[in-house]
């Protein structure tokens, strides 16, 4: 079946410029993460949704950043006035449920280059 | 922060060789899972063990599991050029307010020389 994807792949902006990264999970799946890959912080979480509701954001490092999710599929991460330290490969991923043993199934990601 | 530091770095070995990383990590987890990556992108999902599990065995691939000494090992038997890539552990914290979220490593980065 179909896995994560994500678009833009690639993603060349202005510092200053506003950024939105879209996230597609695999269908059914209830929970949707982000995360971020940076060379000097490694992978970092961003934000958890259960459905359509974010109960943890602990990790977007500033009020710039923000997420959303619609129908409980769909998520989309944005970035307001881009900085040059938001340079990174931004991943998503899902999971059929939280509890259990199962898995999450990341996205290839897209990387963001700030100028 | 970063909870889980993995050894070595970087490890480079031929091919047909087997190749081990160690990941350790600082509280108590509800499993803990390892993930290998190529080229700085998308993440492969390789096993998972449970925090009441020791070892398991998946294919060429064997992990421990050591929640006394809060480490990890990934043994890569006979490897192969394709193997290259960089891997992941990742720990499901305890008590992480139950989201499922999950703690990388640095890292290792694995070349198999053919």
């Known amino acids: 079946g179909a896995g994560v994807s994500q678009s833009p792949s690639n993603k060349v902006t202005e510092k200053g410029k506003d950024v939105e990264l879209r996230c597609d999970p695999i269908s059914g799946h209830t929970a949707l993460y982000w995360y971020r890959q940076s060379l000097g912080q490694g992978l970092e979480f961003l934000i958890y949704f259960q459905g359509n509701s974010a109960p943890d954001k602990s990790g977007l490092p500033s009020d710039r950043f923000s997420a959303e999710r619609t129908g409980g599929s769909v998520s989309t991460l944005t970035i307001q006035r881009t900085q040059q330290e938001d340079s990174a490969v931004y991943l998503c991923?899902?999971?059929?449920?939280?509890?259990?043993?199962?898995?999450?199934?990341f996205g290839p990601g897209t990387r963001l280059t700030v100028l | 922060s970063q909870q889980g530091e993995e050894d070595p770095q970087a490890l480079s070995i031929q091919e047909g060789e087997n190749a081990t990383m160690n990941c350790s990590y600082k509280?108590?987890?509800?499993?803990l899972q390892w993930y290998r990556q190529n080229s700085g992108r998308g993440l492969v999902h390789l096993i998972l063990i449970r925090s009441n599990e020791r070892e398991k065995h998946s294919g060429r691939l064997r992990v421990t599991l050591d929640t006394s000494k809060k480490s990890s090992s990934l043994l890569i038997t006979a490897s192969r050029a394709a193997d290259t890539a960089s891997y992941f552990c990742?720990?499901?914290?305890?008590?992480?307010?139950?989201?499922?979220?999950?703690?990388f490593g640095q890292g290792t980065t694995l070349q198999v020389k053919p």
């Open positions: 990742a720990t499901d914290a305890k008590g992480s307010s139950n989201t499922g979220k999950l703690i």
């Open positions: 991923a899902s999971r059929y449920r939280l509890g259990g043993f199962d898995t999450q199934y």
């Open positions: 509280t108590s987890i509800n499993n």
